[in-house]
């Protein structure tokens, strides 16, 4: 059970929800959510495509789009270079439609993840000069190449970096910090300290979106207005599936983006849906994070990402269902092997001396590369503490880290570069390789100087209101969804009620994973209740608190005494017209008069 904090942001509630027409439970969220101001929360509310900010605003985007539109009229080839994960695909897809449009003699090329590794190396630089590449482009990935850049610069090719992750630099004594830039004819990262663009918390898709609209501004052409709106879908598919804030502009790239993947003019994407059964049906975040992005990622991990690049610019129907259905097997595949991993991770944890420490570094020699980063979070969400998972690679060791808010994992990272081959990331999350050696003095150095404290490593759920079911209506929860989508820094709202009694309940699911309860409040009014998390530790929860006889009762149909307090959100079942409200349980402890 994780620790409940009560959000107490002050403002006019009433007001606010008498002027945008909306619950006061509703704008007490939204300034939750720290969107104060009418204007802003209008935007919130309302927002359109149109107030998105000027891609002009990015340095270096007018430079590399004046290149590249140069580039295009003096016939020279161009190469994107992209990566193997969902940001990635969908970057590289958006430059090379992009590009293709405004006549550009373009191909594209991902690294592989065993072979290349993360971004640019010297082979994949080589093998373009060999082609007869004159300009490559690169697409979430550049930002920490210096070393790949200059040699590409001394073949005497033009390079241009696309970019959203951290800039590499060396912090001195005083705290300043003294940034190491690619030496591109152009770089084109929102996190650069020169950069003027208001929200750095775009994904490296959204970068490559705003420099196709530049371009386009240079390079004037037909159906470039339905052409944006497609390459939109593919940046909202990427913020989610990178797991970016849905804040300030990212909230309406996917927000319109989802509206745009449903009715997508694309033969992959169409096929990526029908495969999972989502066709003509609305989409969620929750669809792109947990069901269509995985099977993306998991052909980067498990084979090649280009067989996900080939998904969306194949023009074949046929051959979009089928390598669609592929990914959809190896994502299947890839579960397997993740549980596997993780579990490995689990007992490594419980039976060492790994448990004490406020940073995990867990080595898992055998565990498939790929999968480290998937490990990686799952066991920060078990533990709720920063979390690299490594394994063995070609030259020493590589692995993934997944970060929680109390701590930038890219900046701690930094302090100890001398003990890397590579690395690269941001405050959640990043990549290293290293030597094997370097294994015990890289976990010894994080976890001296992690700075963490016990309240650091606390899992806490902030609710929203403290709000009794019974405040809960149709017409509220349909109010609930102008607050999506919902995703990492816009999560779905939860409440709390305290001393609820359970009067009856049923175990459900083909793994009995799940539970239906029938609750009351204190008035006599009753509720229908779900859960879905973690039986064994609920039903260990309830015994221990209330005793073994109350919990067969309870599943038995008999008068129990079990009052507990919950954390909940609301639901809306709709069947055949007629409309079921159900609470779904987030987080419970023992009633105060239990």
């Known amino acids: 059970m994780a620790k409940w904090t009560v959000y107490a942001k002050k403002a006019d509630f009433d007001a606010i929800a008498q002027r945008f027409h909306i619950d006061p439970v509703i704008a007490r969220i939204i300034r939750n959510r720290d969107i104060v101001g009418d204007d802003k929360i209008d935007v919130f509310l309302h927002g359109t495509p149109e107030n998105m900010h000027s891609p002009y605003l990015l340095k270096d985007v007018e430079k ?39 006549g550009a003699a373009v191909d594209a090329v991902i690294p592989h993840r065993i072979h290349d590794g993360y971004g640019l190396n010297e ?141 997508s003019d694309n033969a992959g994407m169409r096929a990526l849906l029908t ?130 808010e109390t701590y930038h994992m890219y900046d701690k990272m930094s302090e100890c570069k001398e003990l890397y081959i590579k690395y690269g990331g941001h405050k959640m999350a990043a990549g290293v390789s290293m030597p094997a050696g370097n294994v015990d003095a890289f976990r010894t150095y994080l976890n001296e100087h992690c700075g963490l404290s016990k309240e650091d490593l606390e899992d806490r759920i902030h609710i929203d209101v403290p709000m009794p079911m019974a405040y809960v209506t149709a017409d509220f929860i349909r109010q609930l969804s102008v607050l999506e989508p919902f995703g990492n820094g816009n999560p779905k709202p939860v409440f709390a009620q305290k001393n609820i009694r359970l009067i009856s309940g049923r175990i459900l699911g083909k793994n009995s994973n799940a539970g239906r309860y029938t609750v009351m409040d204190d008035g006599g009014r009753q509720f229908e209740m779900m859960y879905f998390g973690n039986m064994e530790l609920w039903h260990d929860f309830l015994e221990r608190s209330f005793g073994r006889e109350e919990l067969d009762m309870l599943y038995r149909g008999g008068h129990c005494r079990i009052l507990i307090s919950v954390v909940y959100y609301p639901e809306l079942d709709v069947y055949r017209g007629r409309e079921r409200i159900k609470m779904i349980m987030q987080d419970y402890c023992k009633g105060d008069a239990g």
Not at 72 to 97: E, H, K, N, S
Not at 238 to 254: C, F, H, K, P, Q
């Open 275 to 404: 495969v999972n059964g989502l066709q003509d049906k609305p989409l969620s975040a929750y669809h792109i994070g947990f069901i269509l992005g995985p099977c993306l990622n998991a052909t980067g991990r498990l084979d090649t990402a280009a067989r996900a690049l080939r998904l969306f610019t194949t023009d074949d129907s046929a051959e979009a269902v089928t390598i669609a259905g592929e990914l959809k097997e190896l994502n299947d595949s890839r579960k397997n092997m993740t549980l596997r991993g993780t579990q490995q991770a689990i007992r490594m944890i419980e039976e060492s001396s790994l448990h004490n420490d406020r940073v995990l570094v867990v080595y898992l020699p055998e565990c498939h590369e790929s999968l480290a980063g998937i490990i990686a979070g799952r066991i920060r969400e078990r533990y709720h503490k920063p979390v690299f998972v490594l394994t063995d690679a070609e030259e020493g060791v590589k692995g993934s880290g997944r970060s929680i």
């Open 123 to 263: 082979n994949i630089i080589t093998e373009a000069h060999e082609a007869g590449i004159d300009t490559i482009l690169t697409c979430d990935n550049g930002i920490a190449a210096a070393e790949q850049i200059a040699y590409a610069k001394s073949l005497g090719m033009t390079a241009i970096v696309t970019d959203h992750h951290e800039v590499p630099y060396e912090a001195g004594a005083d705290g300043s910090r003294k940034e190491y830039l690619p030496a591109a004819d152009a770089v084109v990262d929102p996190k650069q300290e020169a950069c003027a663009y208001p929200f750095d918390g775009i994904c490296g898709a959204v970068v490559a979106y705003k420099f196709i609209q530049v371009l386009f501004d240079r390079m004037p052409g037909e159906g470039r207005d339905k052409l944006s709106e497609e390459l939109l879908a593919f940046a909202a598919f990427a913020t989610v599936g990178d797991v970016m804030e849905l804040t300030d502009e990212n909230r309406i790239i996917v927000r319109y983006g989802l509206q745009r993947i449903s009715w």
């Open 64 to 102: 590399a789009a004046d290149i590249v539109r140069d580039k295009i009229c003096a016939g020279r080839t161009l190469r994107v270079i992209g990566d193997y994960d969902i940001d990635g695909v969908c970057a590289t897809y958006i430059l090379l439609t992009g590009l293709k449009q405004c």
